[in-house]
């Protein structure tokens, strides 16, 4: 059956829809050899061969669903131009080619999904879903109650207002304070922004939940898959 490209992309869990948009009018997507451009333009994955930048995509027969505490250093994605090391790197003993729901910042840790599920993908990013995401965050200083408040209702970077928030101090320090920050959107770097805009220095950023997933105890570098009261959550929250 035919589909529209963006919605096979996304089901195969490389991008979102919209990224996979942005991915046919920059001509990396090609049905049959032929590069499209057009956002109207449908293919049967099961007769077509549709590649992006070169590489086939395929309909995952078996989906999995993995988290991954993200060390510091690498990049979420599964190559890089500039030769770096990428978060695949960390998860050799997976066969499947799987996706990382998202980014974090190559200097962020913490809590990373991975999957080959475009639905669970969606569900996860979709603002639609108003899904949690939790961080614990290191800044210079000691930020002021103040603008902390300002921060937590709202404050404007990139000429964008963001949406408000919650900021519990967790530690003060004497050269630097621990905060725990809990945004329900995911905009480019935007703590590391939001944080600027108010005179700290973000020194680390670590991700501890992403709605219903948990970091716990599991060691920085380290993967574990996801279990079945997880994905259930994750799937019916984005049905809402």
Same mark, same amino acid.
Request: proline share 4%.
């Given at each position: 059956?035919?589909?529209?490209?963006?919605?096979?992309?996304?089901?195969?869990?490389?991008?979102?829809?919209?990224?996979?948009?942005?991915?046919?009018?920059?001509?990396?997507?090609?049905?049959?050899?032929?590069?499209?451009?057009?956002l109207?333009?449908?293919?049967?994955?099961?007769?077509?061969?549709?590649?992006?930048?070169?590489?086939?995509?395929?309909?995952? %027969?078996?989906?999995?669903?993995?988290l991954?505490?993200? +060390?510091?250093?690498?990049?979420?994605?599964?190559?890089? +131009?500039?030769?770096?090391? =990428?978060?695949?790197?960390?998860?050799?003993?997976i $066969?499947?080619?799987?996706?990382?729901v998202?980014?974090? $910042?190559?200097?962020? %840790?913490?809590?990373?999904?991975? =999957?080959? $599920?475009?639905d669970?993908?969606?569900?996860?990013?979709?603002?639609?879903?108003?899904?949690?995401?939790?961080?614990?965050?290191?800044?210079? %200083?000691? +930020?002021?109650?103040?603008?902390?408040?300002?921060?937590?209702?709202?404050?404007?970077?990139?000429?964008?207002?963001?949406?408000?928030?919650?900021?519990?101090v967790?530690?003060?320090? +004497?050269?630097?304070?621990?905060?725990?920050?809990?945004?329900?959107?995911?905009?480019?770097?935007?703590?590391?922004?939001?944080?600027?805009?108010?005179?700290?220095?973000?020194?680390?950023?670590?991700?501890? %939940?992403?709605?219903?997933?948990?970091?716990?105890?599991?060691?920085?570098?380290?993967?574990?898959?996801?279990?079945?009261?997880?994905?259930?959550?994750?799937?019916?929250?984005?049905?809402?």
């Amino acid at each position: 059956m035919k589909e529209r490209l963006q919605k096979i992309i996304s089901r195969a869990g490389i991008a979102s829809r919209r990224k996979a948009e942005e991915l046919i009018i920059e001509g990396r997507v090609a049905v049959n050899n032929a590069i499209v451009l057009e956002l109207g333009t449908k293919a049967d994955i099961k007769k077509d061969k549709i590649t992006i930048d070169g590489e086939a995509i395929s309909s995952p %027969e078996n989906k999995i669903y993995v988290l991954l505490n993200k +060390p510091a250093g690498y990049i979420c994605s599964r190559l890089d +131009p500039e030769d770096r090391p =990428t978060v695949i790197d960390l998860l050799k003993d997976i $066969d499947e080619r799987i996706f990382p729901v998202g980014r974090l $910042d190559y200097d962020t %840790e913490g809590l990373l999904v991975l =999957t080959n $599920d475009g639905d669970f993908s969606q569900a996860l990013q979709h603002p639609s879903s108003n899904i949690a995401r939790t961080y614990l965050v290191k800044v210079k %200083e000691v +930020p002021s109650t103040e603008n902390i408040i300002k921060l937590t209702n709202g404050i404007y970077v990139d000429n964008v207002k963001t949406n408000k928030c919650k900021i519990k101090v967790v530690n003060k320090l +004497p050269k630097n304070t621990w905060l725990e920050v809990i945004l329900w959107e995911g905009r480019n770097r935007q703590i590391k922004k939001m944080f600027e805009t108010i005179g700290h220095r973000t020194l680390r950023i670590i991700r501890t %939940e992403f709605g219903p997933i948990t970091l716990k105890n599991l060691p920085q570098g380290s993967h574990r898959f996801l279990n079945k009261k997880e994905i259930n959550e994750v799937k019916r929250i984005g049905k809402r």
